[in-house]
């Protein structure tokens, strides 16, 4: 062999036997050697762990974890491994290159929950757990490109997560055969792929939702075995090939469109016996023969001419009546009754909700006038006080009521005004809000404020009662509340600061989501509030919230800066998008106030917890997480549950796209939810405790 050291051997040469010199030099290297060796396996190693992508792996992970490492699951791990790697096959997993792209865990007898980090998995179109034992709620994240998600024949609980009204990939839904119950939530507008609905054999009630109007690729939908009601009208356009409605509580006709399709179930509902009315009959005839007796036309024709007469005498007697009877004011939606009506929610069915101790008002009375005298105020709204009572303050009242506007009376002070404390010798205590004088170009200005101020009435809307409109004193009267703002409460170490019970918490949420409801969805035109924080939630002497600061939007153009850090949503950047769903956002940090008793910002904070939202967010949907990020001064006594189902709501309205965040009605809806079952749960497990009384049952 040719020795290390040696001198190259010139060609031809025999190659010749180590001397012991050459030996010695060469147990002298085999250190370096191993040593070399070992870096490139390592180097080799690292490359092939590195194959599959980690946020893939790391969602499975979290998987196998909350399935309690079933040992079903051949190949999967709690940390680590390579489930796309040559070498580390995983059951029901399959790859295109470093990314995951099926689960399919049919049918393997699992247990446990689906985990909190399934979003990860972006290129997963095929979701498959159906006929397993996994229980609890449907996560929220869900693969956000699914194709097919199959959850069929768990015992999944609770609801349908918003998130898949965002799955617009979505194909085939199957929810068949578990325990999810309530109404479902109208959120399937987006979904223009689907074509099957599975949503069978669970405890859903209400009406369809009116989005599945939308689903114009709809085949196959089966809600057997549920308690829908209402009409089954919103499918009469769909071009579908299977329906299957057996077994719930409908009522009235089925369109004639449906009745032709082949695989066709409806036994076990309440439908209406005889001839569908004839304007259904005229829709669904529509693409039928043009043969027959007129019977049915003729019929029509005097049943419009009957409607024809009787819509003509309604209008002549509202034209007789005009002068007698009040105005309809333009700030709401008025039914016959006199009731302030929304497309977007069922206000009367909320009224008599458990969350009763935050009503919405009766309409406010209006008095007669007659067209002159309306005309007349409309040119000279600067006179009126509109029809709701307010008292005309003059500024030297006021100025002796708050001791001459003195600092030790300010209650807050904005970027437009300052609040004051003003006590009368009477004993009467209100809140006084005065303006900067260049705030409004005059007292025709400032009275179409307070105008509009005024009309706005809602049980959990701050009230205004008075004004001050004088040349260089513009102020305005409210009601004063006497446990401060929501902020004091939750974040400053003085009187206020003793805890808020986890039921007090939740009322705040849903009052406070009921007055912006009422602001977004009631009043015509909408409101806007631009300016949701928790300083701006004030708490009666029962800790009931009073939202301030509404109708005073305009003054707010740059929402961001008036918001302050934390609060504003991400398009607020420029002034002119902000939107309904921009103060959606807003009270979703708020929530994220009483949740977490932490500030919106806080610099004292590390840097990666300074803003609550960013910290916060990617841990509301683990429940380990969730209860270390509780308020300590919870102290534990809450129901892991409606925890859990508050931060849902939560993750809902603090998400970036506006596009994707419900509306209020729907946050009120959730809200309530949660409510419900957690009234339940305790009727039915006893849950009680002696140091925090359950003061739900009183709203």
């Not at 009959?281 to 009787?310: C, Q, R, T, W």
């Not at 939606?333 to 909700?353: I, N, P, Q, T």
């Not at 600061?497 to 986890?502: A, G, I, Y």
């Amino acid at each position: 062999m040719l020795c290390v050291g040696d001198d190259p051997l010139p060609a031809g040469t025999l190659l010749r036997p180590c001397p012991p010199r050459c030996a010695a030099m060469a147990r002298r290297w085999p250190p370096l050697v191993v040593g070399l060796a070992l870096l490139l396996l390592s180097v080799a190693a690292s490359s092939v762990v590195a194959k599959t992508d980690q946020p893939d792996v790391a969602a499975l992970n979290v998987m196998f974890e909350s399935m309690n490492k079933p040992s079903e699951l051949l190949g999967w791990k709690a940390s680590g491994g390579d489930p796309c790697g040559d070498d580390d096959e995983w059951k029901g997993i399959e790859c295109s290159d470093s990314s995951v792209t099926e689960i399919d865990l049919s049918g393997l007898g699992l247990s446990g929950t689906l985990g909190y980090q399934l979003s990860s998995l972006k290129s997963v179109t095929k979701f498959d757990v159906s006929k397993n034992n996994l229980n609890g709620e449907i996560p929220y994240q869900l693969p956000p490109n699914v194709v097919q998600l199959n959850l069929r024949g768990n015992s999944f609980s609770g609801g349908v997560p918003y998130s898949i009204s965002q799955m617009t990939d979505l194909e085939t839904l199957n929810l068949g055969k578990n325990q999810l119950s309530g109404q479902l939530t109208d959120m399937f507008s987006q979904l223009p792929k689907l074509t099957t609905l599975d949503l069978s054999f669970n405890s859903f009630s209400g009406n369809l939702p009116p989005s599945f109007q939308y689903l114009k690729n709809l085949k196959t939908l089966d809600v057997e075995s549920n308690q829908f009601s209402g009409h089954i009208d919103v499918l009469a356009k769909l071009s579908l090939e299977d329906l299957n409605v057996k077994n719930n509580k409908f009522t009235g006709w089925i369109p004639s469109k449906l009745k032709n399709i082949n695989n066709l179930e409806t036994g076990g509902n309440s439908w209406s016996s005889g001839p569908a009315p004839p304007g259904m009959e005229k829709e669904s005839s529509a693409g039928g023969s043009n043969g027959g007796d007129d019977s049915g036309i003729n019929g029509f024709a005097i049943g419009a001419m009957v409607i024809a007469v009787l819509l003509a005498a309604l209008i002549l007697l509202s034209v007789l009546r005009r002068n007698h009877s009040s105005p309809v004011s333009s700030h709401y939606y008025m039914d016959e009754s006199g009731r302030r009506d929304s497309s977007a929610v069922d206000m009367k069915s909320l009224e008599h909700s458990p969350s009763m101790g935050c009503k919405t008002p009766p309409a406010v009375p209006r008095k007669s006038m007659s067209d002159n005298e309306f005309e007349n105020k409309l040119n000279h709204s600067r006179r009126s006080t509109d029809p709701i009572s307010l008292m005309n303050h003059s500024s030297s009242d006021l100025q002796a009521a708050t001791g001459n506007f003195s600092s030790s009376r300010q209650l807050g002070q904005g970027t437009t005004c300052c609040v004051f404390r003003a006590k009368y010798a009477d004993g009467r205590v209100l809140a006084v809000k005065k303006f900067d004088p260049l705030s409004f170009s005059g007292s025709s200005d400032f009275m179409d404020t307070v105008n509009g101020i005024a009309k706005l009435r809602h049980t959990n809307i701050s009230e205004l009662v008075g004004y001050c409109s004088e040349p260089g004193h513009y102020m305005l009267v409210y009601d004063y509340h006497m446990n401060g703002s929501l902020y004091d409460f939750l974040h400053l170490s003085d009187d206020y600061s003793r805890p808020l019970t986890w039921d007090t918490r939740v009322r705040i949420a849903v009052c406070t989501a009921r007055a912006l409801e009422y602001l977004h969805e009631v009043c015509s035109p909408s409101v806007l509030h631009k300016n949701i924080k928790s300083s701006n939630v004030l708490l009666d002497a029962d800790l009931n919230p009073h939202l301030s600061d509404c109708g005073l939007s305009f003054f707010y153009e740059d929402a961001s800066e008036n918001l302050g850090p934390g609060y504003s949503a991400p398009e607020c950047s420029r002034p002119s998008a902000y939107v309904m769903k921009s103060d959606v956002y807003s009270f979703g940090v708020v929530m994220l106030e009483l949740l977490t008793g932490r500030k919106p910002y806080d610099s004292s904070k590390p840097r990666t917890e300074q803003c609550l939202v960013k910290y916060v967010t990617p841990q509301l949907h683990d429940s380990d997480a969730l209860e270390s990020l509780a308020d300590p001064a919870l102290r534990g006594l809450y129901p892991p549950k409606a925890l859990s189902r508050f931060a849902d709501c939560i993750a809902l309205c603090v998400q970036s796209d506006p596009e994707f965040r419900p509306s209020m009605s729907e946050v009120v809806q959730s809200l309530l939810r949660c409510v419900q079952r957690t009234v339940s749960n305790r009727r039915t497990a006893g849950y009680s405790s002696n140091s925090q009384r359950s003061d739900i049952s009183d709203w």
